[in-house]
């Protein structure tokens, strides 16, 4: 635990998107992640915190077992974007996707008490979070992030392992699927054993789960509400055709789509670029 505390002192967090900031011993001036039009800087300007600070203010991880093999993982209070990592378990090790930022010792022992840790993948830059601080605390474990993405990095550290192409599968039936859209380098995960053997994607906000839970859309920035041109939708569409899936998990607690995900994400990417192309958005309706 000695190189976790000592990340814990070294690194800085910021407190509107998460990211966590190489060892340093000066405060960053800016998160490059929010001067970015899909992220914003929030309108008391940009504040970051420690770990110890966090931990200080009540903060703790929350659990919730969706299935399983497959839990959800979150902090409470609510702390930046406040998305939720998954760990999911599979016979050759658990793989955790996406990350939060608010990692304790707790927190180390619970997931061990699950399997631990083999592998971090990260769907894209507004969830890098802690990435560099949970690799370390897990013995020093590969971070997954696809190679498009690689400017984004606020920590370039030695377990990042950038891949490229349009999937790679990892270990078992767990795979990242590349698809573009809200980054470059965007990318979901595919646990093909899930939701009973029909297959679960792992979205992240790639694919944000609606308020209704019967839909999907996608977006450049949901914050500033800029959309991503029909194309996307279209290349998205088409790629997630050739995977099996039944069920869909979104970015946050509650967002998920339980059954008829595949359906429902074709007809939600044919709608959006519809309403698009469409003048009279009521004769759609």
């Avoid at 070294?10 to 998160?31: D, F, K, R």
């Avoid at 940009?46 to 903060?59: N, V």
């Avoid at 029909?198 to 800029?226: H, T, Y």
Wanted: proline letters at 4%.
């Amino acid at each position: 635990m000695g190189e976790v505390r000592n990340l814990d002192k070294q690194c800085w967090i910021c407190e509107a998107c998460g990211l966590q900031s190489a060892p340093t011993s000066n405060t960053p001036l800016e998160c490059h992640i929010c001067v970015d039009n899909r992220q914003f800087i929030p309108r008391g300007g940009q504040k970051w915190a420690k770990q110890e600070l966090l931990k200080r203010q009540g903060c703790r991880n929350m659990y919730q077992k969706h299935e399983p093999g497959l839990y959800g993982i979150a902090t409470v209070p609510k702390f930046a974007i406040g998305q939720r990592a998954f760990l999911v378990q599979t016979p050759n090790g658990n793989l955790l996707v996406d990350c939060i930022s608010f990692l304790d010792e707790a927190t180390i022992d619970i997931i061990n008490g699950l399997g631990g840790i083999r592998a971090i993948a990260i769907s894209h830059p507004h969830f890098y979070a802690s990435n560099g601080q949970w690799s370390a605390a897990f013995g020093n474990i590969p971070v997954y992030i696809h190679e498009k993405d690689k400017q984004w990095a606020g920590w370039d550290h030695e377990n990042v392992k950038y891949w490229s192409g349009e999937s790679l599968h990892l270990w078992d039936d767990l795979t990242l699927v590349h698809l573009g859209g809200h980054f470059a380098g965007a990318s979901v995960a595919y646990w093909a054993s899930g939701a009973d053997g029909k297959g679960v994607i792992i979205s992240g906000d790639i694919l944000q789960v609606g308020a209704d839970r019967k839909c999907v859309s996608i977006m450049r920035s949901f914050p500033n509400l800029i959309p991503l041109a029909p194309s996307h939708a279209q290349r998205i569409a088409a790629i997630l055709e050739n995977l099996k899936y039944d069920r869909v998990y979104g970015a946050f607690f509650d967002l998920e789509i339980d059954t008829d995900a595949k359906q429902i994400v074709r007809d939600s990417l044919l709608r959006y670029v519809r309403y698009l192309h469409a003048d009279d958005l009521d004769a759609l309706n």
